[in-house]
């Protein structure tokens, strides 16, 4: 393992260092934390109604008229497409293994995948008297989700392009 050593004897980087510091590694992360905030950003819509990601995963009441409560419940799906872009970024900052980039870039196609698919599997509670029936809406991808999307496939870009220069 190759050290460099300034002229007063202080240790400056070593080879594992070096892979860490690579700039394009630094763009992956920032895209990856960048596409995990954007949870807080519009997400979905349906009937003129727009809801956040941050609604999409951890639920929100939709209404309530009398006796019918429509609620969008906790959905770890979506949980899991804005969260493993922030675990990339984690293991993309923090490893200097051939190994962290792998699983970051299989965490980053997952959650690109999951976050362009949040349309078909995001369902709403609607309860009537007890009974509890979940109905799929006619939802709209916003801005949010598809720049949060898109952020992530630019980073698992990046983390494939990182593999591949492990493997030269």
Known sequence: ???IISKEGVII??????KTANPARLIAVFAGILSALFIFA???SAKGYSFSGIDMAFGVKIAQVGIFKGIKSLCILAIIGYLFPLIAAG?????RSRFSSIFASSLLLVSVIL????RTYVKLK?????AETFKSADWT??????VSASLAAFA???????????FK
């Open 156 to 166: 698992f870009f990046i983390s494939v392009y990182e593999v591949y220069k492990s």
């Open 115 to 118: 976050m362009l698919a949040m």
């Open 126 to 130: 609607v309860s009537s008297m007890g």
């Open 42 to 44: 519009p997400a979905l």
């Open 1 to 3: 393992m190759p050290i």
């Open 13 to 18: 980087m070593t080879s594992n260092m070096k």
């Open 91 to 95: 293991f993309l900052l923090m490893g």
């Open 141 to 146: 991808m916003l801005w949010g989700l598809i």
